[in-house]
């Protein structure tokens, strides 16, 4: 079992910044890639970043060059910091850990980004 804990999210002007984090816990060392996703009212969940526990990284064309996400293994947490963030990238942020067969979801944290 792998629990995961967002933080970071918040209200910022458009052209702003965030820093999202993901710490998990339990059975961690079994994680093979984290991922952020997100989730706008009346849209579907869209995957925003991949990293993968070799440090393999890739994004939605819609962010690129804007976002990054980064890992620590040593404190098994995964971030995503936000820069120059648009009204449309307002959604819940959702962290999201595969240890196959099974995928573990945080709790979501809000971003808004007001223009």
């Known amino acids: 079992q792998v629990r995961l804990v967002e933080s970071g999210g918040g209200l910022v002007q458009a052209g702003g910044s965030l820093r999202l984090s993901c710490a998990a816990s339990g059975r961690s060392s079994s994680i093979n890639a984290m991922n952020w996703y997100r989730q706008a009212p009346g849209k579907q969940r869209e995957l925003v970043a991949v990293?993968?526990?070799?440090?393999?990284?890739n994004y939605a064309d819609s962010v690129k060059g804007r976002f990054t996400i980064s890992r620590d293994n040593a404190k098994n947490t995964v971030f995503l910091q936000m820069n120059s963030l648009k009204p449309e990238d307002t959604a819940v942020y959702y962290c999201?850990?595969?240890?196959?067969?099974?995928?573990?979801w945080g709790q979501g944290t809000q971003v808004t980004v007001s223009s």
């Open positions: 999201n850990a595969v240890s196959a067969p099974y995928l573990y």
């Open positions: 990293i993968t526990s070799g440090g393999s990284t």
